[in-house]
C-alpha cells in the first residue's frame, strides 16, 4: 500500500492539504470547526474555498443546513472521496454541480415538496424537533431495466438527506414486484400515482408515529392497548 503525503508538506496544493488534513487529523464521522481548519492553515488564503472544493470531488462534508445537530460553526466529515492529492485526481470533478436553472426544474417537478417525506420548504417537522425543514437537491442512482445505471436528481429536505445517503433504486426488480400486484392493487396505485399522493387512515397515521418511537416507548403503547 502506497502511503499518502503528509497535510504538513507546504510543496502539495492548499485542496490537497486540506484533504490530507480532513483524512489525518480529523477522520471520517468526526466534527470540525472552522476555527480549527484556519488555526491548522494558519496564514493560509481562502483555505475555507478549498475545502468546499472537495465536495466537487465525491467528498461529504456536511453543515447544520444538512445535520441540525451541527452548530453553525461545525462540519462533519462524513465521507472521504477521491484522493485528490495523487497525480491527475485533483482536477477530475466526480459530478457537475446543479445550476440554478436546472435547480428549479427539478424543484417545480417534485411540486417544491422532498420526495422522501412529503415536506414542503421552511415547514416545521410533524415531530416538533429539529429546525424548520430546508428544500436541496439530491443525487439518487437508478438502476435501470436494462442493467444500466444513471444517476438522477430529485429534491429532498435536509433531514431526509441526512438519513437517506446513497439511496438508489433498482426499476427493474420495482417492476417485478408491481408485476406480482393484483388488479385492484395496481388501480389503488395507480390513482395514489395520479393523484401524487396518498391518504392515510388514522389507524395507519399512528402506526406511522409507533414506528419512529424508541423501544422503551413503543413497548409502553403496545402496554395502551391491552
Given amino acids: 500500500m502506497v502511503a499518502i503525503p503528509s497535510w504538513t508538506d507546504e510543496e502539495l496544493g492548499t485542496k490537497k492539504r486540506v484533504a490530507l488534513w ?9 466534527v470540525f470547526t472552522k476555527e480549527q481548519l484556519r488555526a491548522a492553515f494558519d496564514g493560509v488564503s481562502q483555505v475555507d474555498r478549498r475545502m468546499r472544493e472537495l465536495r466537487d470531488h ?28 495523487e497525480p491527475g485526481m485533483g482536477s477530475r470533478k466526480a459530478t457537475e454541480s446543479v445550476g440554478a ?33 430546508h428544500l436541496d437537491i439530491a443525487r439518487r442512482q437508478i438502476t435501470l431495466p436494462s442493467g444500466g445505471t444513471e444517476v438522477q436528481l430529485v429534491t429532498e429536505c435536509n433531514r431526509c438527506r441526512v438519513g437517506g445517503r446513497d439511496t438508489d433504486c433498482d426499476l427493474g426488480a420495482l417492476a417485478a414486484a ?23 387512515n388514522e389507524v395507519e397515521k399512528l402506526w406511522g408515529v409507533y414506528r419512529t418511537l424508541p423501544a422503551s416507548a413503543r413497548a409502553e403503547v403496545r402496554g395502551m392497548l391491552q
Fill in 22 to 30: 480532513l483524512v489525518q487529523e480529523v477522520g471520517v464521522g468526526s
Fill in 101 to 133: 436553472v436546472q435547480r428549479r426544474a427539478v424543484l417545480m417537478e417534485d411540486n417544491y415538496l422532498c420526495r422522501t417525506c412529503g415536506i414542503g420548504n421552511g415547514e416545521a417537522y410533524a415531530d416538533g424537533h429539529g429546525a424548520t425543514s
Fill in 58 to 85: 465525491e467528498w461529504q462534508i456536511d453543515t447544520n443546513r444538512e445535520d441540525p445537530a451541527l452548530d453553525p460553526r461545525e462540519h462533519r466529515l462524513v465521507r472521504q472521496g477521491l484522493p485528490v492529492w
Fill in 178 to 200: 408491481l408485476a406480482q400486484l393484483s388488479t385492484y392493487e395496481r388501480k389503488m396505485l395507480s390513482a395514489w400515482m395520479e393523484r401524487d399522493a396518498r391518504s392515510f
